[in-house]
């Protein structure tokens, strides 16, 4: 049997370091499961951090972003990572801030292309939907320098924040990372520009749709597109509606890899695709410890079947998780057995 109490332990120094009062709804849940260190410690795994240190977290990015107000323009400024979903497993978790170049957008022009001139995909679409995508390919574009614009505002991010911060790193090529001493914080300040799917654009370039590229100073290009607030988006809605159970599950997932002892090369980007991928009705009704089976069953499925596994998508919907990455079903397994052990010991506790 797994030693849970140095695990809670753990979990305890990992997302509540100065000890923070916990909210009186968690403890009083606690203390009805007081008798078993199993249950507590599940419990313990699946909860979010205190709202205290996310509120710094933010804090930290806001201080970052207000720096920056006063010598960037034409900017948008974004958030992303598992902070904006409550994922996050540690107190004092660093933060994304996104400085977007609002002077220029890109676009997938090769997919609306293809919705445009192939007849089964342009017949779904309403004539106000087809108008919105032949603009797009008859804009005349950006007269200025995209590159340009995403250097500069690289360079004078670097040379803003740099007097402030005792600790200022500019050498990595794709972000700018800061430390806020007062607030023990630290922020990752990343360079980017719009980028406009073919949904995008019948969204009326809804920021929630509207993907990214990023900025790489070193080789003065931008990167292939991400879209992380379509991602915080789905996660937080599909965890409303489930009442929180989403999030639960991904956090466990997430404090077990840091505990365990076996090499499990999967990150949050995986734990969110893998647990966004089960169907919620297999546990919108689940009480907390029952939630560990219904992953259980999940890993076993996409470890075992690869039609499965090759075909899980990001929460995103626009990259496969495991189709191009082998290894990545090692750590599966990996994964598998710490909670196999866990699933022992908890039908030994109660019933499930």
Same mark, same amino acid.
């Given at each position: 049997m797994?030693?849970y109490r140095?695990?809670?332990?753990?979990?305890?120094?990992r997302?509540n370091p100065e000890?923070i009062a916990l909210?009186k709804?968690?403890?009083?849940?606690?203390?009805?499961i007081?008798?078993?260190?199993?249950?507590k410690?599940?419990?313990?795994?699946?909860?979010g951090?205190e709202?205290? @240190?996310?509120?710094k977290?933010?804090l930290?990015g806001?201080?970052?972003?207000?720096h920056?107000k006063?010598?960037?323009?034409d900017?948008?400024?974004? @958030?992303q990572?598992?902070?904006?979903t409550?994922?996050h497993?540690?107190?004092a978790?660093?933060?994304?801030?996104?400085v977007i170049?609002?002077?220029f957008?890109t676009?997938d022009?090769?997919?609306?292309?293809?919705v445009?001139?192939?007849?089964?995909?342009?017949?779904?679409l309403?004539?106000?939907q087809?108008q919105?995508?032949?603009?797009?390919?008859?804009?005349a574009g950006y007269?200025?320098?995209?590159l340009?614009?995403?250097?500069k505002?690289?360079?004078?991010?670097?040379?803003t924040?740099?007097?402030?911060?005792?600790?200022?790193?500019?050498?990595?090529?794709?972000?700018? #990372?800061i430390t806020n001493?007062?607030l023990?914080?630290?922020v990752?300040?990343?360079?980017?520009n719009?980028?406009?799917?073919?949904?995008a654009v019948l969204?009326d370039?809804d920021?929630?749709?509207r993907?990214i590229?990023?900025?790489? #100073?070193?080789?003065n290009s931008?990167?292939?597109a991400?879209?992380p607030f379509l991602?915080?988006?789905?996660v937080n809605?599909?965890s409303?509606?489930?009442?929180g159970r989403?999030?639960k599950m991904?956090r466990?997932?997430k404090?077990?890899?840091?505990?365990?002892?076996l090499?499990?090369?999967l990150?949050?980007f995986?734990f969110?695709?893998?647990? @966004?991928?089960i169907?919620?009705?297999?546990y919108s009704?689940k009480?907390?410890?029952?939630?560990?089976p219904?992953i259980y069953?999940?890993l #076993?499925s996409l470890s075992e079947?690869?039609e499965?596994s090759?075909?899980?998508?990001?929460?995103?919907n626009n990259e496969?998780?495991?189709r191009?990455d082998?290894?990545?079903?090692?750590?599966l397994e990996n994964?598998m057995a710490e909670?196999?052990s866990?699933?022992?010991?908890l039908?030994k506790?109660v019933?499930?």
């Amino acid at each position: 049997m797994k030693d849970y109490r140095r695990l809670i332990q753990n979990i305890q120094a990992r997302t509540n370091p100065e000890s923070i009062a916990l909210e009186k709804a968690f403890s009083d849940e606690l203390s009805s499961i007081s008798y078993s260190d199993i249950l507590k410690y599940v419990r313990y795994a699946m909860k979010g951090v205190e709202p205290e @240190y996310t509120q710094k977290s933010k804090l930290a990015g806001e201080r970052v972003q207000n720096h920056l107000k006063e010598n960037l323009s034409d900017v948008v400024y974004k @958030y992303q990572g598992s902070v904006m979903t409550n994922t996050h497993i540690k107190g004092a978790s660093d933060i994304d801030l996104l400085v977007i170049c609002d002077k220029f957008y890109t676009f997938d022009r090769t997919s609306i292309n293809t919705v445009l001139t192939t007849e089964s995909l342009k017949s779904q679409l309403n004539y106000t939907q087809i108008q919105k995508l032949q603009g797009e390919i008859d804009n005349a574009g950006y007269s200025g320098s995209a590159l340009t614009d995403l250097k500069k505002n690289r360079i004078d991010s670097e040379n803003t924040l740099n007097p402030i911060y005792d600790i200022c790193d500019i050498s990595h090529p794709k972000a700018i #990372k800061i430390t806020n001493k007062s607030l023990n914080r630290d922020v990752d300040i990343v360079i980017a520009n719009w980028y406009d799917s073919v949904t995008a654009v019948l969204r009326d370039k809804d920021s929630d749709f509207r993907g990214i590229q990023v900025y790489n #100073k070193e080789s003065n290009s931008k990167g292939d597109a991400d879209y992380p607030f379509l991602s915080i988006k789905r996660v937080n809605e599909r965890s409303t509606e489930t009442n929180g159970r989403l999030k639960k599950m991904i956090r466990f997932l997430k404090n077990i890899k840091a505990d365990s002892d076996l090499e499990i090369k999967l990150s949050s980007f995986d734990f969110n695709a893998i647990c @966004y991928n089960i169907e919620t009705y297999k546990y919108s009704s689940k009480n907390f410890y029952e939630l560990v089976p219904v992953i259980y069953l999940q890993l #076993k499925s996409l470890s075992e079947n690869i039609e499965h596994s090759n075909n899980l998508k990001s929460v995103d919907n626009n990259e496969y998780i495991f189709r191009y990455d082998n290894s990545k079903l090692n750590s599966l397994e990996n994964l598998m057995a710490e909670i196999d052990s866990i699933l022992l010991d908890l039908k030994k506790a109660v019933v499930i």
